[in-house]
């Protein structure tokens, strides 16, 4: 009977002082003067506020400076239409090939051990290190009338270049990384116990994939199509080489931004932006929740 009163209040010891240590480690942090640390906040928020909060405010003033009527007939211009279906196109298109490369590439290097592998990580991690504007040349030199295939390609009639292929491909290339680089620490985090299971109990290495690893990786997937299709919307450099700046035609919603504020058309090119700035809104948002998923599943893991 004794012992059965000692246990419990033994536990309670243990975690009341577990609670303090824990208490005692905040506070310890906590070496900064009070001045100091309230210094240091308001220089934060300053510097989110002029760099961030202010250049959006400025965008939705600007661009709701003369009324909603002129922000809707704006966006309903035969030009900004053409430009915002141009850019959901182009982005599809970039997300889609990307999330295939992403899930083959993480898979791969995740799960397996291979010659090579350590290159196909730099490779990878490429496009992060090269301006847009240099993927964008090398894509002219390579399918422009001067390039490598450009013969090739007029005498078969294939236009890449100054069309939705160009765009699509440079778009691709600046946005490669994203879905990869989400999914490879994840992967590699979660280990192959699960699969091989998997695979002892009979399951095919597609079976395992889709009941098993993807079920395990989805928060990972969604966050790395998100950021994908956030950068691709938003491409400039790599787009503006290749596009050949066609009116209705090769503009996507960025270079029409550029083209119509060169124009001082600016209620026009601020609801264009306004778009953009909304999306960049929605993908912060997004992102969050997404991350928070990710931790939780990182926490149930850890235990």
């Known amino acids: 009977m004794t012992m059965q009163i000692a ?45 961030i909060v202010l250049p959006l405010v400025l965008v939705f003033a600007q661009a709701f400076s003369k009324g909603i009527l ?32 992403g899930l083959v590439a993480a898979w791969a290097i995740a799960k397996f051990e291979f010659t090579g592998k350590t290159f196909l990580i730099t490779l990878i991690d490429l496009p992060f290190s090269v301006s847009p504007v240099i993927s964008g ?19 078969h009639d294939i236009q890449i270049l100054f069309a939705v292929p160009g765009i699509a491909l440079a778009t691709t290339f600046v946005t490669f990384p994203f879905v990869a680089r989400a999914l490879i620490p994840l992967m590699q985090e979660q280990g192959t116990q699960e699969e091989e299971a998997a695979i002892s109990l009979g399951a095919s290495g597609l079976q395992t994939f889709f009941r098993v690893t993807l079920p395990n990786i989805k928060w990972g997937v969604l966050y790395g199509v998100l950021l994908c299709n956030a950068r691709a919307m938003g491409e400039f450099g790599a787009v503006s080489v290749v596009s050949g ?4 035609e090769t503009n996507t919603m960025p270079l029409l931004v550029e083209i119509l504020y060169n124009e001082y058309q600016f209620v026009a090119a601020f609801a264009i932006a306004s778009l953009l700035a909304m999306l960049a809104l929605i993908t912060l948002i997004a992102k969050t929740i997404l991350e928070r998923h990710l931790d939780e599943g990182h926490d149930i893991n850890d235990d």
């Open 70 to 101: 002129a922000y809707l007939a704006a966006l309903a211009e035969p030009e900004a239409l053409a430009a915002i279906k141009l850019t959901l196109v182009v982005a599809t298109i970039s997300v889609s090939l990307n999330l295939i490369f």
């Open 245 to 248: 700046h066609i009116r209705g």
């Open 7 to 51: 246990e419990p209040v033994s536990l309670s010891q243990s975690a009341a002082k577990a609670r303090a240590h824990a208490a005692a480690a905040r506070n310890n942090l906590r070496t900064e003067p009070k001045a100091v640390r309230i210094a240091i906040i308001a220089l934060a928020i300053v510097f989110l506020s002029v760099f």
């Open 137 to 155: 040349l090398v894509f002219v030199l390579l399918f422009g009338a001067q390039g490598y295939f450009g013969g090739w390609l007029r005498d």
